[in-house]
């Protein structure tokens, strides 16, 4: 397992941006796939992007597409996410994510508990 730690989260006005890193500490990081979520209040936790361990492949929710970016560093054992364009309904807890082995490919964003390592989540607040 790995353990993860999120920053990068703050409040900006609609239309900026923000990226959001997480740190990973542990073992087999480069065979994990590694995944985004996001929590809003009152909202069930969903997926927002992952990224295969290669980085030759990620994943988004409809929502964000052509707005973010996920991407990691193995050398350095941190995934990214650059959100660009934000809005108001990005506001949300995001947790960085790690599960062992390939990405799923189909519906993955519905299903956050295939995740077994969770950083404890950075705050994202978009202004209108």
């Known amino acids: 397992q790995v353990q993860l730690v999120e920053s990068g989260g703050g409040s900006v006005q609609a239309g900026g941006s923000l990226r959001l890193s997480c740190i990973a500490s542990?073992?087999?990081?480069?065979?994990?796939?590694l995944g985004w979520f996001r929590q809003a209040p009152g909202k069930e936790r969903e997926g927002v992007a992952q990224i295969s361990g290669s980085g030759a492949r990620a994943d988004y929710v409809d929502s964000v597409k052509g707005r973010f970016t996920i991407s990691r560093d193995n050398a350095k054992n941190t995934v990214y996410l650059q959100m660009d364009s934000l809005k108001p309904e990005d506001t949300a807890v995001y947790h960085c994510?790690?599960?062992?082995?390939?990405?799923?490919?189909?519906?993955?964003?519905?299903?956050?508990?295939?995740?077994?390592?969770w950083g404890q989540g950075t705050q994202v607040t978009v202004s209108s």
């Open positions: 542990g073992y087999g990081y480069s065979n994990y796939c």
């Open positions: 994510a790690a599960r062992a082995g390939d990405c799923a490919r189909w519906v993955w964003y519905l299903y956050p508990m295939f995740f077994g390592s």
